[in-house]
C-alpha cells in the first residue's frame, strides 16, 4: 500500500534583506497544492533556519534571495546543515543570476529558481524533490 | 531541383484577429469599450479640474508644468562604498542627472552599522553604505551641496548632509534635499526591523517634520513612499490611499507637538511607483492631485499651496519588468516614463533593463537616463500641459480612482494603521493581490511579453552583462568603520550621545537637534537610533546581537 506523502517545507529568508513577495507567494502556492508550509518570515540567520528545520522535521529548505548576497548565505546554511547532518534538499530562488547556479549546485544547492519563474514549476519541483506523488 | 520547405502551420485567422484578454485597467477597473461626454457629465470645470496650477490641481501644480521646468532626473544609486558612489554619482551627473539619489544599503536602511554580525555579506550590495559624517564626506567628494539631493537612508545621512553644509558655510535655506523620516512605511517596504512605530517611530518622524520646516525650509523630510505595497501587489488606488493616510498620522503627531499646518505641510511628499498601464498611471496621480488639494484644504485647513499641491517622485515600477528577454524592458520603462509624465509627476527614477536581474551597470543606466531624455525632448509631450485633460476615458477614470482612494482612507481613519502595520494584516492583504496576480498571468489571463506569450528558447536567453560589487572596496570600507571607531574622540562621542538620550526621554523635545550634533560628533548611525531605543525601552540593537558600546 503506499501512502502518500505530504511534504513539510520550510521557508525563509535569511539576512538583512526583506523583500518577501516573492517567498509569500510561492508559500500561498504551495499551501494550495497541499503542501505544509512553516514560513519563517524575513532576517533569519542560517543557525536560526537549520535549529527551526530540524525542530520541524521538514522534508525541504527554500531561501528566497533579492539582494545579491546569495553565494555567501547559501554557502553558510549549507555547512550549517552538514554540521547538524540535515539531509534535506535546499532550495534558492530569487534574483539570482544564471551565471549564479552552477557553482551554487556544485556546492550542493540542490536547485535554483531565477525571478520570473512560473511559480507553477517552482511548487512541481519541490512536491518532486520532497517525494510527494503527484 | 528545389526542395520545397515545410508548409508554416500558424492559426492565420487567430493571430490576423489578435485582441487583448485584460479588459481592465492593471489594478482590476473593468473598462468600457468607449468613453463619451455621457461619462464626464458632471464635471465642472473650475470646481473639479481648474487650470494647471489651480486648486485642486488636477492639471498639475505649477500653471506651465514642463515648459517652465522638467523634472528632476534622479537616480537611485548606491553601492559598494561611499567612495565608489561618489564616482557613480559623478557619472550620472556628467550624462545629464540633475538631481542625485542615495539609497542606503540593507545595513545602514535597518539601522545597524557595517560591523554588525547581521551586516556581513551585506555591506554596499543593494544601496551605499553609510554610518557616520566622515561617510557622507566622502560620498559628496568634490560634488556641489547645492545640488538637489535625495537620501533614501537612515535618518542619519541628511543630518549629516546638514554638517556638511554648515562646514562649507553654505546656508540652509539653500539645501534641496529630500529625506525618508517616514518610518510607517519602512517595515512595509521591509527595512527598520523591529521599528516602534507607535513610540519612537512616530517621534523621530514628527521631531524631523517639525525642524526641518523651520530650519531647511527648501527641504522634504518626510517623502512617504509605499513602494512596499506597490511592488508587492497593491492596486493604484491602494498605494495612493495607504500614503495619504499616513501623512495624515506624521501631521496630527507634528501638529500636537507643536506644528502649524501652513509651515509643516508643504515639507511632505511622496515617492510612488509608476506602473506599465499608461492611462490608470496617469490618471491615478492626477486623482492624487484632487484628493490631496481636498484633503489639506477640508480636513486641515490649509490655505498655502505648498500644502496643498501633492508633489511625487517617481520610480517607474520594477515588479512589471522580467528578466526574460531583458531588452523588452527598455520598451516597459519608456511606456511607465510617459505615464509619469502624463500625470505631471515632479521627478523621476526609471529603472535599468537589467533590474530583474541585477543593480544597474553603467551602460544600463545610462539608457535609463536616456530613457527620460528622449521623452523630454523628442515626443513633445512637454510642451502642453496635462495633455490628457479633457479626455473622457482619462477625466472618468480620474473621478473613479478619486472615488476608490477616499473610500480607503477613509476606512483607515476608523482603523489603526499603525497597528495593521505591526501585525502585518496590511501587507498580507496586498500579498494576497500578488499572490491572484501570480495565478493570472500563469493562467494567461493577463498577457506578459516573453514571458507567457512571445517567449524564446531558454538557451537563446542573452544575459545581461552583470553588474558587480567592488568587494575590495567593501573591504576597505569596512575596515575604515572600524578604525573610524576606535579613532574619533570617544568622549566626545559619548557625550553627544548621553545629551541625546536626555533629549529624547524629554518625550515633549524636539530631538533632533541632539541628534545633530550627536552625528558631528561622528556618532554612528546605529549608535543614534539605539540611544533612541533604549529611551524606549528597548534592547540597544533592533537585532539583540551586540551591546550599547559606551
Known amino acids: ?134 | 531541383m528545389e526542395k520545397t520547405k515545410k508548409k508554416l502551420t500558424i492559426p492565420v485567422e487567430e493571430t490576423f484577429f489578435a485582441k487583448p484578454t485584460w479588459l481592465k485597467t492593471w489594478s482590476g477597473i473593468p473598462l468600457k469599450k468607449v468613453y463619451t461626454p455621457d461619462d464626464v457629465k458632471g464635471i465642472d470645470y473650475a470646481r473639479d479640474l481648474g487650470d494647471p496650477g489651480q486648486f485642486p490641481y488636477v492639471r498639475g501644480i505649477f500653471p506651465d508644468m514642463y515648459r517652465g521646468r522638467l523634472w528632476s532626473v534622479r537616480q537611485v544609486s548606491g553601492h559598494s562604498s561611499p567612495r565608489v558612489t561618489n564616482e557613480w554619482l559623478r557619472y550620472l551627473v556628467s550624462e545629464g542627472a540633475n538631481s542625485i539619489n542615495v539609497i542606503g544599503d540593507q545595513p545602514n536602511l535597518n539601522g545597524v552599522d557595517p560591523d554588525h554580525p547581521m551586516a556581513e555579506g551585506a555591506v554596499g550590495l543593494m544601496g551605499c553604505p553609510g554610518c557616520s559624517l566622515r561617510d557622507m564626506e566622502i560620498l559628496m567628494d568634490g560634488l556641489p551641496l547645492q545640488l538637489s539631493i535625495t537620501l533614501s537612508t537612515h535618518l542619519l545621512q541628511p543630518l549629516a548632509y546638514l554638517a556638511l553644509c554648515e562646514r562649507e558655510e553654505l546656508p540652509w535655506t539653500q539645501v534641496r534635499g529630500t529625506f525618508f523620516y517616514n518610518m510607517l512605511t519602512a517595515p512595509l517596504t521591509r527595512y527598520l526591523h523591529t521599528c516602534d512605530l507607535h513610540g519612537y517611530g512616530m517621534r523621530i518622524a514628527a521631531d524631523a517634520l517639525n525642524w526641518y520646516s523651520t530650519n531647511v525650509p527648501r527641504a522634504i523630510p518626510i517623502c512617504i513612499g509605499p513602494e512596499g505595497i506597490r511592488e508587492s501587489g497593491a492596486t493604484a488606488a491602494q498605494e495612493i490611499a495607504f500614503s495619504f493616510a499616513a501623512a495624515k498620522l506624521y501631521l496630527n503627531e507634528a501638529l500636537k507637538r507643536g506644528g502649524e499646518i501652513d509651515v509643516i505641510a508643504p515639507h511632505i511628499a511622496f515617492t510612488h511607483r509608476c506602473g506599465v498601464d499608461i492611462f490608470e498611471e496617469a490618471a491615478k496621480f492626477r486623482a492624487a492631485r484632487r484628493v490631496w488639494a481636498k484633503m489639506l484644504g477640508d480636513d486641515y485647513g490649509a490655505q498655502s499651496p505648498l500644502s496643498l499641491t501633492y508633489k511625487v517622485h517617481v520610480v517607474t515600477k520594477g515588479s512589471d519588468l522580467v528578466p526574460q528577454q531583458a531588452e523588452c524592458n527598455i520598451v516597459r520603462i519608456a511606456y511607465q516614463a510617459l505615464a509619469a509624465i502624463l500625470g505631471g509627476v515632479q521627478s523621476m527614477h526609471t529603472c535599468s533593463f537589467d533590474e530583474p536581474i541585477c543593480l544597474p551597470t553603467d551602460e544600463s543606466v545610462r539608457m535609463a537616463l536616456r530613457t527620460q531624455q528622449i521623452l523630454a525632448y523628442e515626443t513633445g509631450v512637454t510642451t502642453v500641459a496635462d495633455p490628457l485633460g479633457g479626455s473622457y476615458y482619462v477625466e472618468h477614470l480620474t473621478n473613479t480612482l478619486e472615488e476608490e482612494i477616499t473610500k480607503i482612507i477613509r476606512e483607515w481613519d476608523e482603523k489603526d494603521m499603525i497597528e495593521a502595520i505591526n501585525n502585518e494584516e496590511l501587507m498580507n492583504t496586498v500579498l494576497h493581490q500578488a499572490y491572484q496576480f501570480q495565478r493570472e498571468v500563469e493562467a494567461g489571463e493577463r498577457i506578459v511579453v516573453g514571458l507567457n506569450k512571445f517567449t524564446i528558447p531558454e538557451e537563446e536567453e542573452r544575459e545581461a552583462r552583470l553588474f558587480q560589487v567592488d568587494e575590495a572596496a567593501v573591504e576597505e570600507y569596512i575596515a575604515d568603520v572600524k578604525e573610524l571607531k576606535r579613532a574619533r574622540d570617544n568622549r566626545r562621542v559619548k557625550e553627544a550621545l548621553e545629551n541625546l538620550r536626555r533629549c529624547v526621554d524629554d518625550r515633549d523635545m524636539n530631538c533632533i537637534p541632539a541628534a545633530y550634533e550627536a552625528v558631528k560628533a561622528y556618532a554612528t548611525g546605529a549608535e543614534i537610533q539605539g540611544v533612541i531605543r533604549m529611551s524606549y525601552g528597548y534592547p540597544y540593537d533592533p537585532f539583540d546581537m551586540v551591546d550599547y558600546p559606551f
Do not use: Y
Not at chain 1, 522535521?57 to 531561501?63: P, S, T, Y
Not at chain 1, 546554511?77 to 534538499?89: G, Q
Open chain 1, 1 to 134: 500500500m503506499s501512502t502518500k506523502k505530504k511534504g513539510r517545507v520550510l521557508l525563509a529568508k535569511v539576512g538583512l534583506d526583506g523583500h518577501d513577495r516573492g517567498v509569500k507567494v510561492v508559500a500561498s502556492w504551495l499551501r494550495d497544492a497541499g503542501m505544509e508550509v512553516i514560513f519563517l518570515g524575513r532576517h533569519l540567520t542560517p543557525e536560526q533556519v537549520v535549529k527551526s528545520a530540524i525542530e520541524e522535521d521538514v522534508d525541504a529548505i527554500g531561501l528566497s534571495f533579492l539582494s545579491a548576497d546569495h553565494k555567501i548565505l547559501l554557502r553558510k546554511t549549507l555547512e550549517e546543515m552538514k554540521k547538524h547532518n540535515l539531509k534535506v534538499p535546499l532550495i534558492a530562488g530569487g534574483v539570482i543570476p544564471k551565471v549564479d547556479i552552477p557553482p551554487l549546485k556544485e556546492i550542493g544547492v540542490a536547485e535554483v529558481f531565477g525571478a520570473g519563474t512560473r511559480v507553477e514549476e517552482i511548487v512541481e519541483a519541490i512536491k518532486s524533490l520532497c517525494g510527494v506523488e503527484r
